[in-house]
């Protein structure tokens, strides 16, 4: 059963600035074992954000939904479990040449990070203390 974000929860998320959004995104992918990404007809969607394609993801589902309007309005939020993004999705994303818009907001992209430097932040965070 996934998580499910209160109101407060949700109202909280929405005021941390890009960087406090990333920190976020790595303990919760870290904890719930699960990013999100939004999914068409085509395939993940991709953003542009600077210079760089970039697929957006999210730590919680809500957040994702978030985005479903306008060109996106035929999207749904996809769960990926842990194991399978760092086991096929970062090579994957890295031979496509593509970054990863870490949380993004309505006022811009979140951090945006190259497919590496996720892995080894998710890395650092599943690693025991």
């Known amino acids: 059963m996934e998580y499910q974000l209160s ?3 949700l109202n909280k998320l929405n005021t941390l600035d890009a960087e406090q959004r990333y920190d976020y995104f790595i303990r919760a992918a870290v904890d719930l074992e699960t990013i999100w990404i939004l999914v068409d007809d085509e395939g993940f969607v991709l953003v542009s954000a600077e ?5 957006p993801v999210w730590p919680h589902a809500e957040l994702a939904e978030l985005w479903i309007d306008g060109e996106w309005s035929a999207c749904q ?3 990926i479990p842990l194991t ?3 086991e096929k999705w ?11 818009a870490v949380f993004p907001d309505s006022e811009g992209p979140g951090v945006v990070v190259s497919p590496e430097e996720m892995e080894q932040a998710l890395q650092a965070e599943q690693a025991p203390e």
């Open 7 to 9: 109101d407060e929860e």
């Open 51 to 55: 210079d760089d394609r970039c697929i």
């Open 77 to 79: 939020a996809q769960s």
């Open 84 to 86: 399978t993004w760092l």
């Open 90 to 100: 970062t090579t994957g994303l890295q031979s496509d040449e593509l970054s990863i």
